[in-house]
């Protein structure tokens, strides 16, 4: 019988950081990228990076540099960002600009690979991972645009030279956790079953996989770290529960109210209950903004409301 092991995202943002551990993080992009030969070399300072385990909503950012001069960004999303998409391009671009000082040369740019582990489905589709990078193609005739450089190789004792395509852009993995129906068909399926269950699939044999059922077992915990994971979960499951509770009562208000004065002032006052309960609850502006669509001018002002009746609001 498989282990129970810990969520990959704590994993994540406690062991995997450890030099240690970037076995069980190797093992997982050798799977993804398909290539047995990557290495990480440390993981670099960013302002993506998040440690803090009782920030609410927050998300797992971690940036590894790896063997072949890669910065390669992984975040692990818990709960759904109606922008995700456009905060995760403002990501990507934000690494390339931290990593390239004023005067160095273009040729030296960072090359980014982004991957997210997503806990919802985002949009629509019909496969769990996806892959999207930026192409040059012919209006006219379809085909792409190979650009190329020239790299010199090193092993010969005279100078030679070999050109290879240039990739320069970023790259994208997004992996919908949900929509992974547990069936193993690949290595990288191993590690999203993991994921997923958070246990190994009998009959693994990924790169790697072995050292993560060794090194993520909840039983291997000590005391002060599996009271850390604990609080953990518990703070998880109380994120979603606010969500979900604030939006339920904002659709409830909102049905109520439109069957005595119409559909749009239900909708109003649906709006006007999530905001009110997500601030009782403590909630960001930036996650009542998300839920709500409201701006922070029309979020004050419901705040201003509240006070007037509750003061310690």
Known sequence: MSKTLIRFDWAMKTLLRDKANFDVLEGFLCALFEDDNIKILNILESETNSEDEDDKFNRVDLLVLDSQNRKIYIEIQNTRETDYLESLLYATSKIIVEHQDLGDNFKDISKVISISILYFNLGTGDDYIYYG?????????GHPLSVKKRVEISETLS???????KKIFPEYYLITV????????????????MIKNSE?????????????????????????????YNKYL????????VVDTAK??????????????????????????????????????????????????????????????????
Do not use: H
């Open 133 to 141: 990078t930026t192409d040059f193609k012919g209006l006219n005739t």
């Open 159 to 165: 100078p030679r030279y070999k050109f290879i395509e």
């Open 178 to 193: 949900e929509r992974y129906k547990n069936i193993v068909q690949k290595r990288i399926d191993e590690w999203i079953y």
């Open 200 to 228: 190994i699939a009998e009959g693994s044999t990924s790169k790697n996989i072995d050292k993560a059922r060794q090194k993520l077992a909840v039983m291997n915990m000590t005391e002060e770290k599996r009271k850390a």
């Open 234 to 241: 518990i703070n998880l499951a109380k994120d979603r529960d």
């Open 248 to 313: 339920e009562e904002g659709r409830e208000a909102g049905r109520e109210e439109g069957r005595e004065i119409g559909r749009e002032e239900g909708r109003e006052e649906g709006i006007y209950e999530t905001v009110k309960n997500s601030i009782i609850e403590g909630l960001t502006y930036e996650i009542i903004k998300k839920i709500t669509k409201l701006t922070d001018e029309q979020i004050n002002k419901i705040r201003d409301e509240l006070k007037t009746n509750n003061p310690k609001i």
